[in-house]
């Protein structure tokens, strides 16, 4: 069956613009995370989504920062007035159930940030 | 806070010849753990789980060994391929807290 799939797979935005990044989690997955992963580092926890519910939010960097998922099923990550400091890979995983179970890595989106 | 961190961040490993991965974990607290397998421009794939109430899990060439006692975790990969040449990274979290802690992740690279 398909995947996690995110769009764009790369992304190039010049400092000060916004910008937004989509997450389609495998069908019927309850749970929703955003990671990010800087160059060369193991991906560190954003948000998490149960359903369209977001229940955790501490690893957003700052308030520029913005998730939703609206319906429960597709996501959207949105980085304001972006940075350099930005720059990495932005990965999406889904999982079946509510509680601790296997998370479901999409390809991610590169963000890169002039 | 409490992380997750590898003892190597490079393995070389002969083709044919078994691999061991090993990770160390800090917090006692942590109930499950993963290894992930990420290559080059891919997202991390799941390779294998294990539950704070096993010792040992054994998957298809890969076996996750877990040594609570010490906070230890090890992934061994059998007959190792070409294909096995990636970064791998093993993950923790534990009940009620959904996110999972990486570590910065061992690359391993098979040699012909």
């Known amino acids: 069956g398909a995947g996690v799939s995110q769009s764009p797979r790369y992304k190039v935005a010049k400092r000060g613009q916004d910008v937004a990044l989509r997450c389609d989690p495998i069908s019927g997955h309850v749970s929703l995370f955003w990671y990010q992963q800087a160059l060369g580092q193991g991906p560190e926890f954003l948000t998490y989504?149960?359903?369209?519910?977001?229940?955790?939010k501490s690893g957003l960097p700052s308030d520029r920062f913005f998730a939703e998922r609206p319906e429960g099923s597709v996501s959207t990550l949105k980085i304001q007035r972006t940075q350099q400091e930005d720059s990495a890979v932005y990965l999406c995983a889904s999982s079946p159930t509510t509680v601790t179970d296997t998370q479901y890595f999409g390809p991610g989106t590169r963000l890169t940030v002039l | 806070g409490e992380s997750v961190g590898l003892h190597l961040p490079t393995l070389s490993v002969q083709e044919g010849d078994n691999s061991i991965i090993n990770c160390a974990y800090s917090?006692?607290?942590?109930?499950?753990f993963i290894w992930y397998k990420q290559e080059s421009g891919k997202g991390p794939q799941f390779i294998i789980d294990i539950r704070s109430n096993m010792d040992k899990r054994q998957g298809q060439r890969v076996t996750v060994l877990l040594n609570k006692t010490v906070k230890h975790l090890s992934l061994q990969i059998a007959a190792t391929q070409p294909g096995d040449s990636a970064v791998y990274f093993c993950a923790e979290n534990n009940f009620g807290n959904e996110k999972l802690t990486f570590g910065t992740g061992t690359r391993l690279t098979i040699i012909p």
């Open positions: 917090n006692s607290a942590s109930d499950y």
């Open positions: 989504f149960q359903n369209e519910a977001q229940l955790d």
